[in-house]
């Protein structure tokens, strides 16, 4: 007679994922996680295996959680990336957009279906920094990476959070390029502070397909004032 497998516990695909996305930095120290009912819509599965894969993120002491306020991230020592190799060569930058352009406009499309109050706040938080530096008349690399990064989370898929966190180095690399290039033209901080603004206005309005649009659209120029910027630093 032949020997069944054992099928694996939802639970603990749940758990291997979460603890791949904290430490691959998608989470960050002391950041609360998701409720358990937004995490079990998340993975399609019921909240009692969220809590069975929550109780084993406590036994590899990589969460604790707070009774009444929930389950928040420890401090998880030196992030484990998924891979991704350095940057050599702005070729390497441009497949970084290519990539960015394929994942991004589907997360913004996700977060604007799917994201909760505190999401949402999240993304409107970063977004009030970049709007005080645009006022100092500056880039602020910090914020419009957390921007992002708080859109990927809000999609509720943790692929997409994972992956964009891993990628953090490279694409600060042409956010700065980026940067250069908005200040040294008159007016275009403020015009793609606008285009952050409008894909703010879509998610919070639940608007799936203009989250999406606008998404690809403000990454399109985003890739051409990064080569643009690159053009100036080599000046």
Same mark, same amino acid.
Request: glycine share 6%; net charge negative; charged share 30%.
């Given at each position: 007679?032949? &020997? @069944?497998?054992?099928?694996?516990?939802?639970?603990?695909?749940? =758990?291997?994922?979460?603890?791949?996305?904290? =430490?691959? /930095?998608?989470?960050?120290?002391?950041?609360?996680?998701?409720?358990?009912?937004?995490?079990?819509?998340?993975? $399609?599965?019921? +909240?009692?295996? &969220?809590?069975?894969?929550?109780? /084993?993120?406590?036994?590899?002491?990589?969460?604790?959680?707070?009774? /009444?306020?929930?389950?928040?991230?420890?401090?998880? $020592? &030196?992030?484990?990336?998924? $891979?991704?190799?350095?940057? #050599?060569?702005?070729?390497?930058?441009?497949?970084?957009? #290519?990539?960015?352009?394929?994942? *991004?406009?589907?997360?913004?499309?996700?977060?604007?279906? +799917?994201?909760?109050? %505190?999401?949402?706040?999240?993304? *409107?938080?970063?977004?009030?920094?970049? @709007? @005080?530096?645009?006022?100092?008349?500056?880039?602020?690399?910090?914020?419009?990476?957390?921007?992002?990064?708080?859109?990927?989370?809000?999609?509720?898929?943790?692929?997409?959070?994972?992956?964009? !966190?891993?990628?953090?180095?490279?694409?600060?690399?042409?956010?700065?390029?980026?940067?250069?290039?908005?200040? !040294?033209?008159?007016?275009?901080?403020?015009?793609?502070?606008?285009?952050?603004?409008?894909? &703010?206005?879509?998610? +919070? *309005?639940?608007? %799936?397909?203009?989250?999406?649009?606008?998404?690809? #659209?403000?990454?399109? /120029?985003? =890739?051409?004032?990064?080569?643009?910027?690159?053009?100036?630093?080599?000046?």
């Amino acid at each position: 007679m032949p &020997v @069944r497998s054992k099928r694996r516990p939802l639970s603990e695909t749940v =758990k291997d994922r979460l603890a791949r996305a904290i =430490k691959s /930095g998608a989470y960050s120290e002391s950041e609360q996680l998701p409720t358990e009912h937004d995490l079990a819509a998340e993975f $399609g599965v019921s +909240r009692p295996i &969220v809590r069975e894969a929550l109780q /084993g993120l406590r036994d590899m002491g990589l969460i604790h959680s707070r009774r /009444g306020a929930g389950s928040f991230v420890r401090h998880v $020592g &030196v992030r484990e990336p998924i $891979g991704f190799d350095p940057l #050599e060569s702005r070729d390497d930058l441009s497949q970084c957009y #290519e990539f960015r352009l394929t994942i *991004e406009p589907k997360a913004a499309a996700a977060a604007a279906e +799917r994201h909760g109050d %505190a999401a949402l706040a999240d993304i *409107e938080g970063a977004l009030a920094d970049m @709007r @005080r530096a645009t006022d100092r008349q500056s880039h602020r690399d910090d914020a419009d990476f957390s921007f992002h990064l708080a859109i990927a989370n809000a999609s509720r898929n943790s692929y997409f959070a994972t992956a964009f !966190a891993a990628l953090k180095e490279h694409i600060a690399v042409g956010m700065q390029a980026h940067g250069r290039s908005l200040k !040294a033209e008159a007016g275009a901080l403020e015009r793609v502070y606008a285009e952050h603004q409008a894909i &703010v206005d879509a998610i +919070r *309005e639940r608007d %799936a397909p203009r989250a999406e649009a606008l998404m690809h #659209e403000h990454l399109t /120029g985003s =890739k051409a004032r990064m080569v643009d910027g690159l053009d100036r630093g080599a000046e």
